[in-house]
């Protein structure tokens, strides 16, 4: 069974970092694309931050410069780094992985992570 684990949200004060950890458990054959998404009280999942296997990266155009997305292929690991955090960017944070099942990386699933709480306070 494969889970993603998502770690580090909390509490923080504007102007504030926070590093995010999501790291994908089970029977898979390594991972193709990993991402970074949120979900705002009220409002619709939006995408954050994506990564490649290879490293090449995609970020909401009004999230450069603030966040970086980084992974570790080793560890099936991903992580975002959220710096100058505003009040604006509480919400739930949630990760996924584009995942292989199966050596040849024919068979393939995205699974999502339970999310992790980032509140920013003014």
Same mark, same amino acid.
């Given at each position: 069974q494969v889970q993603l684990v998502e770690s580090g949200g909390g509490l923080v004060q504007a102007g504030g970092s926070l590093r995010l950890s999501c790291t994908v458990s089970g029977s898979i054959?390594?991972?193709n694309s990993m991402g970074w998404?949120?979900?705002a009280p =009220?409002?619709?999942r939006e995408m954050v931050?994506? &990564?490649t296997s290879v490293g090449s990266t995609n970020y909401a155009d009004s999230l450069k410069g603030r966040f970086? &997305?980084?992974r570790d292929n080793a560890?099936?690991?991903v992580y975002l780094q959220m710096n100058s955090l505003k009040p604006d960017d509480t919400g739930v944070y949630y990760?996924?992985?584009d995942t292989k099942l199966t050596a040849n990386g024919i068979l393939r699933r995205v699974f999502? =992570?339970?999310g992790t709480q980032v509140t920013v306070s003014s």
């Open positions: 054959f390594g991972t998404y949120r979900q =009220g409002k619709e931050a994506l &990564i970086t &997305i980084s560890k099936n690991t990760c996924n992985a999502w =992570g339970q």
